[in-house]
């Protein structure tokens, strides 16, 4: 069982940056893929990046690429997701996740998730 819990999102202003983090204790998550998902209301939960459990490369949502960079340091069992350049679409509940399918970007084949946080962007 891995648990996952994010920190880091906030209000913002749109072109600032934002860096989530997602700390996982339980087990390794060396051996994991791991992912970032949002939520905004009333929209289904959406696949933002992942990283694969040898730390790359890494793959983006079309949305989110050349903004966002993920990044993973398996010695402290952390995930982090640096946000540049936001945008108003870019407000979401944001949530970490682990999985043991390479490559994934499907909810479904992530059966460990974090509570979320918060990000909202305002112009």
């Known amino acids: 069982q891995v648990h996952l819990v994010e920190s880091g999102g906030g209000l913002v202003q749109t072109g600032d940056s934002l860096r989530l983090s997602c700390e996982a204790s339980?087990?390794?998550?060396?051996?994991?893929?791991m992912g970032w998902f949002r939520q905004a209301p009333g929209k289904d939960r959406e696949f933002v990046a992942g990283?694969?459990?040898?730390?790359?490369?890494?793959y983006y949502a079309d949305s989110v690429r050349g903004r966002f960079t993920i990044s993973r340091d398996n010695a402290a069992n952390t995930v982090r997701l640096q946000m540049n350049s936001l945008k108003l679409e870019d407000t979401a509940a944001y949530y970490c996740?682990?999985?043991?399918?390479?490559?994934?970007?499907?909810?479904?084949?992530?059966?460990?998730w974090g509570q979320g946080t918060q990000v909202t962007v305002s112009s």
């Open positions: 990283i694969t459990w040898g730390g790359g490369p890494a």
């Open positions: 339980g087990r390794t998550i060396s051996t994991y893929t």
């Open positions: 996740a682990a999985s043991s399918v390479a490559w994934s970007r499907r909810r479904i084949d992530y059966p460990f």
